[in-house]
């Protein structure tokens, strides 16, 4: 198993993912990932499924950048790039997380505000008087 790199997206944020054969170390910009998230314990446990899924949390090592969006974002992302880096490694891993849509990038983004309204649907405040 050599060296695998992934991108995951989700809103306006990315994450650069490389995952290699190791003891189960995450890091995030240079920083470790239970410092990077403190304690978002459900953001974490969704960032993790892939590799508890395929039962691989203490066997891979994984370096990743994230930028762009909030934290929330980052993380998705970062589930998102290691999902489709797993996938890369191995075809059984397929199987395991496409089921789960893991593997399915989110495109949901924010709407554009319209001129006229004061966001993308809101109308101004109507007066009768």
């Known amino acids: 198993m050599a060296k695998v790199y992934a991108t995951g997206k989700r809103k306006t944020a990315i994450a650069k993912v ?9 890091i995030v910009n240079g920083i470790d990932f239970e410092a990077w998230l403190g304690g978002l314990e ?8 892939p ?25 998705d992302a970062l589930r998102h790039g290691i999902s489709k880096a797993l996938a890369s490694m191995d075809a059984d891993n397929r199987a395991i997380l496409k089921p789960y849509g893991l593997l399915t990038r989110d495109s949901r983004i924010v709407e554009r505000k319209k001129f006229g309204r004061r966001k993308a649907r809101r109308s101004p405040q109507f007066s009768k008087r």
Do not use: H
Not at 53 to 74: E, N, P
């Open 42 to 49: 459900t953001i974490k446990k969704r960032v993790r499924q």
């Open 18 to 26: 490389w995952v290699a054969p190791g003891s189960g170390n995450i």
């Open 51 to 75: 590799l508890e899924l395929t039962k691989q949390i203490d066997r891979v090592d994984i370096k990743a950048t994230a930028f762009g969006g909030g934290y929330s974002a980052q993380a």
